[in-house]
């Protein structure tokens, strides 16, 4: 799969969980009432004391998460390489996005002991982010681009 393929998937992803987030958010802003959430305990979640984050709504951490991802996959789409400032920082998004999403997985399921369909796919979203940014590749290295001031005497 080449890069910009990468690239363009990342935004749509991002852009289908920016939709999810906003969606959640306007819920628990108390924009609607009702939750379309067909199977799960969407309402058990979103009304627990894990749907702040810091004294900020889940659901708004994540609409800024992926709009961040989605501008930042825009500007790889554009010409941007991975290697710069851009992709570096969707890399640590990625990551940081994982990482957040498997403690909100854990929480639902262990602490909560319900799970938010909408949850569900924002979790799978951030795990198809994260493997299409493929953060692993920034930390691998090639050669150096000149040996020059290295020879042994």
Excluded: N
């Excluded at 939709?19 to 009702?34: A, D, I, K, N, P």
């Excluded at 640590?92 to 369909?117: K, M, N, P, Q």
């Excluded at 796919?121 to 050669?143: C, D, E, N, Q, Y």
């Amino acid at each position: 799969m080449t890069a910009e393929t990468r690239h363009r998937g990342v935004v749509i992803l991002a852009l289908v969980g920016t939709f999810v987030s906003l969606y959640l958010l306007l819920y628990h802003l108390g924009f609607y009432g009702v939750l379309l959430c067909g199977t799960g305990s969407c309402d058990v979640v979103q009304s627990s004391k894990y749907a702040d984050f810091l004294g900020i709504p889940v659901p708004a951490w994540g609409f800024a998460w992926y709009g961040g991802v989605l501008v930042l996959g825009l500007l790889l789409v554009a010409g941007r390489p991975e290697t710069s400032r851009p992709g570096k920082l969707v890399a640590i998004l990625a990551t940081g996005g994982l990482a957040f999403s498997i403690y909100l997985t854990a929480v639902e399921l262990f602490v909560i002991h319900a799970v938010c369909r909408w949850c569900v796919v924002s979790a799978l979203l951030t795990v198809g982010i994260f493997v299409l940014v493929a953060p692993w590749k920034l930390l691998r290295r090639g050669p150096p681009e000149s040996l020059e001031g290295l020879a042994v005497e």
